[in-house]
């Protein structure tokens, strides 16, 4: 299959006139057509495609149809059928009447071919560059974010089930990559020990029978490691991905020794979570856990502006792994915005991506200021209300040294690196001071103080940020970090966000962007309508009595 762009013609006359005559108030996807064109060109994916081969679907279509399909939250197959029958969606796409569109299987075939060729992100970027081009989306504006859970789309395993499974999923790829082979390999019992899916209703309910059958699972898996990784085995069965998930699955959940093989145990080190294969139907999803939220997938943070002058556009998408640490995406969400030229000036977030190392970096690397709510200090000082926190200690950084609320001088100044490599400095008292302090009990129940802070430009920084949180101008600037949940709100209920379609982190993240895409093009279309923003939901007993309340 190959590509050869071409010039993009307008939409064909009698398409035109039907669809104005069928929707004579206007249609978003007529209003799309006429206001910001066609979004995408042909050379804008054609990179991902051979020179030669059968002349391919035009991708600049394939791409539009695709954050159509997002902004209805359509399947493939549905998708194609609106390409075929829907006027509005013919008219956007520049087809006839009798256009008879293209099977759905072009859909997938597109998708894989941007995954393979990194070139998902044009599904965005083109459109953010058309919104930069109309003064839309301006650098150092306003921008905030948040994360939200991703259901990975497979089944939530336990041990047992996990091993079972895999199996099944290895010896059903290898009949299919390798059949003669896998022949040669395979054991009678396997047929009804691996022929159904891995449940729990099928699994022994017995602890020793649970014991045994991960025995004979683990024995099954090891010996079909051995004739794979064997050198008379085809290359193309060790290089085979279900093969290598076998090989991880079984390093988790198993230790070889000298008397064979053994099922892990709480003491033999069973990996974490974060760095565990939950399914071998998606090796990439993770064990996540937030609060009262535990599932198993990715995490999607969304980054959008919030200018009152302009539309509030998503700019930027990440998929993590479901354990990572919010503030962990900030320093990639940073230097996507910088190669776009699209940083912001102030960026609103939550807690769990404010750091006082990010505090500082933001704006030293990328000079962004970054405003949301610090992490309480959990010390029994701060917690009792009248105790000595650090916040309480004047700190003489040229000098190394650090005085207490009673006007007692340290006597030990020691930096040090934790295990995580934050700088730190160990600070400690002296024991002649302290243990005849009249406030001692508001300081310390040991013989003396100690302190450990971090290094100076984090530990000004941080002090500097609890103390704007009590100004004026820092709650006037966090209260538009509240849209952004509205923002995640729309994204699950129109493009299903809270629930990946595909398996894998990439495929994940591609119908990520095509929902951030989505979502901006809503946007765009009723900004040119001058829709008015939509306000945040209220129950009807709560507008019941607020509209009763005199003012």
Same mark, same amino acid.
């Given at each position: ?162 091993? &079972? =499974? *895999?199996? %099944?999923? +290895? ?10 082979? @896998? !022949?040669?390999? /395979? ?55 279900? &093969? =290598? *998930?076998? %090989?991880? +699955? ?10 064979? @093989? !053994?099922?892990? /145990? ?286």
């Amino acid at each position: 299959m190959s590509l050869h762009p071409r010039p993009i013609g307008s939409v064909p006359e009698e398409a035109a006139r039907v669809a104005h005559a069928a929707f004579p108030g206007g249609n978003t996807y007529i209003a799309l057509r006429d206001e910001l064109g066609t979004i995408f060109r042909d050379d804008d994916f054609a990179d991902p495609y051979p020179s030669r081969g059968r002349p391919a679907e035009s991708p600049w279509r394939l791409a539009l149809v695709t954050v159509f399909q997002f902004a209805e939250g359509l399947s493939d197959r549905r998708a194609a059928d609106a390409v075929r029958g829907r006027i509005d969606w013919k008219y956007a796409l520049g087809l006839g009447l009798d256009d008879p569109g293209f099977d759905a299987s072009v859909l997938c075939e597109f998708r894989a071919r941007l995954v393979a060729g990194s070139a998902e992100g044009r599904l965005l970027d083109a459109l953010l560059d058309l919104c930069r081009g109309r003064g839309w989306l301006k650098t150092r504006g306003r921008q905030r974010t948040d994360a939200t859970h991703v259901l990975a789309r497979v089944r939530n395993l336990d041990r047992l089930e996990c091993v &079972v =499974e *895999t199996m %099944r999923h +290895v010896l059903n790829s290898l009949a299919a990559a390798d059949p003669e082979w @896998l !022949r040669r390999q /395979a054991r009678a019992e396997w047929v009804e020990r691996y022929g159904r899916r891995a449940e729990e209703s099928r699994l022994p309910d017995s602890e020793e029978g649970r014991r045994a059958l991960a025995r004979e699972v683990g024995k099954d898996g090891h010996a079909l490691l051995a004739a794979a990784y064997d050198a008379g085995a085809p290359p193309s069965v060790a290089r085979s991905p279900a &093969v =290598e *998930t076998l %090989r991880r +699955v079984w390093v988790q959940h198993f230790l070889v020794e000298a008397g064979g @093989l !053994r099922w892990r /145990a709480e003491g033999d080190g069973i990996p974490p979570s974060a760095a565990s294969i939950n399914s071998p139907h998606d090796s990439e999803a993770r064990y996540g856990k937030k609060r009262s939220t535990i599932w198993v997938g990715y995490k999607a943070h969304l980054t959008e502006t919030c200018d009152d002058e302009s539309p509030h556009l998503v700019v930027q998408v990440t998929t993590a792994p479901a354990p990572a640490a919010d503030g962990d995406a900030l320093a990639g969400i940073y230097e996507q915005l910088g190669r776009k030229d699209s940083l912001p000036g102030k960026h609103l977030a939550d807690t769990g991506y404010i750091d006082a190392e990010l505090l500082v970096s933001s704006r030293r690397d990328h000079g962004v200021e970054l405003i949301g709510p610090t992490r309480p200090d959990y010390g029994w000082q701060a917690l009792a209300g009248g105790g000595f926190t650090a916040s309480d200690f004047a700190i003489d950084w040229e000098g190394s040294r650090a005085t207490c609320p009673e006007g007692r001088v340290s006597s030990g100044w020691t930096p040090a690196v934790e295990r995580d490599h934050t700088e730190v400095v160990h600070i400690k008292f002296s024991r002649k001071d302290c243990k005849p302090c009249p406030a001692r009990e508001r300081c310390t129940g040991a013989a003396r103080r100690s302190l450990t802070i971090r290094a100076r430009e984090p530990f000004e920084a941080l002090r500097a940020a609890r103390a704007r949180e009590e100004t004026e101008e820092y709650r006037a600037d966090y209260a538009h970090r509240a849209g952004i949940e509205g923002t995640i709100s729309q994204a699950v209920r129109v493009a299903g966000l809270r629930r990946s379609r595909y398996a894998g982190r990439a495929k994940t993240h591609l119908q990520h962007l095509a929902t951030a895409a989505a979502i901006d093009i809503l946007r765009v279309v009723d900004w040119l309508a001058e829709a008015p923003r939509e306000a945040t939901r209220t129950c009807a007993f709560v507008r019941l009595i607020t509209a009763a309340v005199p003012a």
